[in-house]
């Protein structure tokens, strides 16, 4: 198997962290008194850009505003999949200018966006996996928003209940290995108690080759990780995680976003896939 792992090349659209701060809290990672360092935060931003270019992944980015901290994780602000956008409606007031922001841009590129009428927080929910759209609910985007997604999409909805407010998006709790091909449904890697038992059931089912992380390297956001079948950028401080991946034969590429996880965010939160 080693060797075998072939990568495709991705669209990334990314916002940089000009004005990233933890100015309210929405999440139980984000405490408002712990300074967030702005410098260190771009520089380790800069290295994940210089990881997806180096390893031929296009990225684009959207300007930054000034008013709002959490821009920098472009992953909720839509999902975009066989050229469609749909937009977010955020579930706290703080981010809900984002949405104009980030539509700006999409028009801008050509697309069309519908923006989602319940809470819906684009790639943080929703997360494409080959023939299954995964989507998360109990912390932000509603199951009215799955229904939505199915209707806008045309892909079927696996709703996936979370249960623990530390992994409050999907993306914080899995994240897509390979998007699989005809037949072969492809892969993820999670963490089993960040889901209700049914929803567990249901992954067990759908992935039984899936690679399961301890409480330790999703803590560290080692689910939080990028794939592109071959390559996986991924929190280095995700050892065993990074191991059993090596294992399966991919290529880690380890970056360090620790800066973010203040916000409780990672290198998937910062990441927007373009899908064509
Ligand atoms: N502070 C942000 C929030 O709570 C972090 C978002 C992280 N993004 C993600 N895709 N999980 O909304």
Excluded at 184 to 199: D, L, Q
Aim: hydrophobic share 40%.
């Amino acid at each position: 198997m080693p060797d075998s792992r072939v990568p495709r090349l991705r669209r990334f659209l990314v916002c940089e962290p000009r004005h990233f701060a933890v100015q309210y809290s929405i999440n139980p990672w984000m405490h408002p008194d712990t300074p967030v360092d702005v410098d260190l935060a771009q520089d380790q931003w800069q290295e994940l850009i210089r990881a997806y270019r180096a390893h031929g992944h296009t990225v684009d980015a959207v300007e930054p505003v000034a008013a709002l901290p959490d821009m920098v994780f472009a992953a909720n602000c839509a999902l975009v999949l066989g050229g469609r956008v749909l937009g977010s409606l955020f579930h706290a007031p703080e981010r809900r200018p984002e949405s104009t922001a980030y539509d700006t841009w999409f028009k801008s590129a050509g697309y069309e966006v519908f923006r989602s009428e319940s809470v819906c927080e684009g790639e943080g929910d929703l997360v494409p996996a080959g023939r299954y759209l995964l989507a998360g609910t109990g912390f932000r985007t509603t199951r009215e928003a799955h229904r939505q997604a199915q209707e806008f999409f045309g892909v079927p909805v696996v709703s996936l209940q979370l249960v623990d407010p530390r992994f409050y998006h999907l993306d914080t709790a899995l994240f897509v290995l390979d998007d699989g091909t005809g037949s072969h449904p492809g892969n993820i890697a999670y963490y089993p108690e960040a889901f209700s038992p049914g929803s567990r059931a249901v992954l067990a089912r759908l992935y039984p080759d899936a690679v399961i992380a301890t409480r330790e390297d999703a803590m560290a956001f080692g689910l939080n990780s990028v794939s592109d079948g071959r390559h996986v950028f991924i929190a280095p401080r995700a050892k065993e995680l990074a191991d059993q991946l090596a294992r399966q034969g991919y290529v880690p590429v380890p970056v360090d976003l620790s800066e973010f996880q203040k916000a409780g965010g990672g290198i998937k939160c910062c990441t927007q896939e373009i899908r064509p």
